[in-house]
C-alpha cells in the first residue's frame, strides 16, 4: 500500500473532444473486476511482450498451473488465490484479439517507451514486487514533459486498482472509518489522475503509436477513437455497478457514495443516464418478469388480485430501491420502473373490486401505491380512483345508516280510513337527502287518532302518494307507546270484569229467560214502492263496496309489484355506473358484457314503464266507479 498523493499537482493538458461510436468490448470489461481479469496481471507479463515470447511463456505459465504452483510469487499485485490453469488459458486466449489486447494493456502498467519494459526500472521494480519504488519512480517524474503522461496513467491504475481492492472486500466484511476515508482517497487520486490524461493528446498519440507498432490488421485508429469516446462511460459504469453492488449488500451509505464518485470522472456526466440504463438493465428484465407473473396471477384469480400486488410491492421494493440510487442520473429510467409498478397494481385492484366491490380495501392500497407513481397521468388517474372509491364508501356508509335494518316488502301496506277509523302514517325521521326519503310510523287509528304503532317503513312521498323502500322496527318510543295503550285496554278489560262479579247474587237469581223476539224477514214483494226501491239501492250499494274494496286491495298489490320492478331498474342503473367507472376499455370481453348489461336496463326500463302506465289506468277506473258509487 503507497501513501495517498498530494491532490494539487498542476500539470497542464490539452482537452480535446472526439464524436465516435462507442466501444463495446471496452464497457464489457469494465466491471468491478476489471484488474482480476486484466490478462497481464493474471500472467505477470508485461504490456508490450512480443507473440513469440508470448508462446513460450504460455506453456510455461500452464505447466506451473498444473504443479498447483504459484505463476507470479513476487509480483506488485498477485492474484489471490492464484489464477487456475482455466484463467492462463483464458488470458492468453484474449492477447490473442488484437482488440481485447489493447484494452488490457490500457488498464495495465505502461514502460516508458514500448519494447522496452526489460530496461525501465519502475516495470523490474513491479515485477519484484516493490510497488513503493515504481510509484516514486511515477511520481518524481509526473511533470516531465515526455514521460509525464505515462506516469500520470501508471499512477492512476496504482490507485484504482487499490481502491477496488478494497471495494470488493467490503462487500463481504465491514472496514472501520479509518480505512474507508483511505479507500475514499485512492478513488479521488485515481480519477484526478484520469481526468488528467484522458483529455491530453500526448496520450492518446502514445496509445495511436502503440497501435501502430502492433501491426494488426483488424486494430485501427478508429477503434482507438472508439475507446477515447468511450472511456469516461467504461470507468463510470465500474461505480455504478459497485453502487448496485453495496445496495444488494444492504450498504446504502456506501452505495450512494459511489453515485456520487460517477460525477469525478471529466465528460462522465454525459455517460452517466446512458450507463445507469446499461447497468439497470438486468434489473429492469427481473421486475418485467414480476410485474408480468402478477398481471397473468391477477387474471386468473380476481378476487386474490389485490394480494397479489401487495406481493408485487413487496418482492419489487428492493429492485425499485436500485432505480432510486440513480435518479439524479436517469430520472427517465428510474420513473418508468415506478410507474409500471404503480399501473400495475393499480390495474390490480382495478380487477379485484370488479370481484369483490371491496371498496375499503381498494381505498387502503390505492393510498400505499400512489406515491410510486411518477408520471402526473398516472398520479391523477389513481387519484381520481380514490376519489371514487372515496365516495363509495361514503354512499355505502350512508345507505347502511339509513337502509340497513330495512326489510323487504312484497306489497304496500294499506292506507286507508272510514270515519276516522283505519291505517295510515304519521311522522317523518332519518331523512336521505339524497332522495328524500324517511321512516313514517304506521299506526291503527281511531278517529283519526293514533292508537297502535305496527311498524315503521321507509318511503319517499309523491304528492298524496307513497313509495315504500322497505320495512323497519319500531322504536323504543313506539315500543313503549304500544305497550302504554295496551295496558290501559287491559286495565278496562280487567274493570269491567271485576265489575261484573261484584253483582248481586240475588238480582242474579230473580233473572228470567226471555226467548228470543222475533222479527220479520224483508219483505221484498212488498207493495209499497217506495221501500222496495229503498232497499234495493242500498243492497246495490254494499255490493258494489264490496267489489271496490276487493278491487282495491288488487291496486295495492300491483303497486307493490310496479315498485319492485322500479327498484330493480334503479340498482341494476347503480351498477352500470360503478361499472362504466372501472371499465377497461382495451377488453373486448369488458365491453361486451357492459353492453349486455345496458341492454338488459332498457329492457327492464321498459317493462317498468308499460307496468305503470297499465296500474294508472287501473286505478283512473277504480275512482271513476268510486264516485259513480257515492250516495
Known amino acids: 500500500m503507497i501513501a495517498a498523493p498530494n491532490m494539487t499537482e498542476s500539470e497542464s493538458f490539452t482537452n480535446t473532444g472526439h464524436a465516435s461510436a462507442e466501444c463495446k468490448p471496452l ?248 450507463i445507469v440504463e446499461l447497468v439497470l438493465t438486468p434489473a429492469r428484465k427481473r421486475l418485467q418478469e414480476q410485474v408480468q407473473n402478477a398481471t397473468e396471477n391477477g387474471e386468473k384469480n380476481p378476487s386474490d388480485a389485490i394480494a397479489v400486488a401487495r406481493q408485487l410491492l413487496e418482492h419489487t421494493s428492493e429492485t425499485l430501491s436500485l432505480f432510486d440510487l440513480f435518479i439524479s442520473k436517469n430520472a427517465h429510467c428510474r420513473n418508468d420502473a415506478f410507474d409500471q409498478v404503480a399501473e400495475t397494481c393499480n390495474r390490480l385492484q382495478v380487477t379485484y373490486h370488479k370481484a369483490t366491490n371491496d371498496n375499503k380495501n381498494c381505498l387502503e392500497f390505492l393510498q400505499i401505491i400512489l406515491p410510486f407513481a411518477a408520471s402526473q397521468e398516472l398520479r391523477e388517474q389513481i387519484e381520481k380512483n380514490i376519489q371514487t372509491l372515496t365516495e363509495n364508501i361514503a354512499g355505502v356508509d350512508r345507505d347502511k345508516k339509513f337502509y340497513g335494518n330495512l326489510r323487504p316488502i312484497s306489497s304496500a301496506p294499506t292506507l ?10 304519521y311522522g317523518s325521521t332519518d331523512v336521505d337527502a339524497t332522495n328524500g326519503s324517511y321512516l313514517a310510523t304506521y299506526y291503527f287509528v281511531a278517529l283519526y287518532i293514533p292508537i297502535f304503532p305496527i311498524c315503521r317503513y321507509r318511503v319517499i312521498r309523491d304528492g298524496n302518494s307513497y313509495r315504500f323502500l322497505g320495512k323497519a322496527p319500531l322504536r323504543t318510543g313506539d315500543k313503549w307507546h304500544l305497550a302504554i295503550v295496551l295496558a290501559i285496554i287491559g286495565f278496562f278489560i280487567l274493570s269491567g270484569a271485576i265489575a261484573g262479579n261484584n253483582q248481586s247474587p240475588q238480582s242474579t237469581r230473580q233473572s228470567t229467560y226471555s226467548p228470543s223476539r222475533s222479527y220479520p224477514s224483508p219483505n221484498f214483494g212488498s207493495t209499497s214502492p217506495t221501500r222496495g226501491a229503498d232497499d234495493w239501492n242500498t243492497m246495490r250499494r254494499q255490493l258494489s263496496s264490496s267489489a271496490l274494496a276487493r278491487e282495491k286491495d288488487e291496486l295495492e298489490s300491483e303497486r307493490g309489484t310496479v315498485q319492485a320492478l322500479e327498484t330493480q331498474v334503479e340498482n341494476l342503473a347503480r351498477q352500470i355506473e360503478r361499472d362504466r367507472i372501472y371499465l377497461d376499455r382495451t377488453s373486448q370481453y369488458e365491453i361486451d358484457e357492459y353492453n349486455a348489461k345496458t341492454r338488459r336496463y332498457n329492457l327492464l326500463l321498459q317493462q317498468a314503464q308499460i307496468a305503470e302506465a297499465a296500474f294508472n289506468r287501473k286505478v283512473n277506473d277504480y275512482n271513476a266507479k268510486l264516485r259513480t258509487n257515492s250516495p
Open 416 to 425: 286507508s280510513t272510514i270515519n276516522g277509523f283505519g291505517f295510515t302514517l
Open 27 to 274: 464497457l464489457d470489461i469494465a466491471t468491478k473486476h476489471l484488474f482480476e481479469k486484466n490478462a497481464f496481471r493474471i500472467t505477470g507479463l508485461p504490456v508490450d511482450v512480443t507473440t513469440r515470447d508470448l508462446g513460450k511463456h504460455a506453456e510455461k505459465l500452464k505447466l506451473l498451473a498444473e504443479l498447483g504452483q504459484d505463476p507470479q510469487p513476487t509480483a506488485a499485485f498477485p492474484l489471490r488465490p492464484p489464477p487456475t490453469l482455466e484463467n492462463i488459458r483464458g488470458a492468453i486466449q484474449r492477447l490473442k484479439d488484437p482488440e481485447k489486447r489493447i484494452i488490457d494493456e490500457f488498464f495495465w502498467f505502461w514502460p516508458e517507451n514500448f519494447g522496452e519494459s526489460h530496461l525501465d526500472a519502475a516495470i523490474q521494480a513491479l515485477q519484484k514486487g516493490d510497488l513503493q519504488t515504481a510509484a516514486d519512480i511515477w511520481m518524481s517524474q509526473r511533470k516531465h514533459p515526455a514521460v509525464g503522461v505515462v506516469a500520470t496513467h501508471n499512477l492512476a491504475l496504482i490507485f484504482h486498482i487499490e481502491a477496488l481492492n478494497w471495494e470488493n472486500y467490503s462487500l463481504r466484511h465491514d472496514v472501520d472509518s479509518k480505512r474507508r476515508e483511505e479507500v475514499t482517497e485512492y478513488w479521488n487520486a485515481a480519477f484526478y489522475r484520469w481526468n488528467r490524461i484522458l483529455t491530453n493528446e500526448q496520450f492518446w498519440e502514445k496509445v495511436l503509436i502503440r497501435v501502430r507498432q502492433l501491426k494488426e490488421p483488424n486494430l485501427t485508429t478508429g477503434f482507438v477513437r472508439r475507446m477515447r469516446t468511450t472511456v469516461p462511460a467504461a470507468v463510470v459504469k465500474i461505480n455504478a455497478e459497485l453502487a448496485l453492488a453495496f445496495a444488494a449488500a444492504s450498504k446504502p451509505e456506501l452505495a450512494r457514495l459511489h453515485t456520487s464518485l460517477m460525477d469525478r470522472i471529466s465528460e462522465g456526466a454525459a455517460h452517466a443516464g446512458k
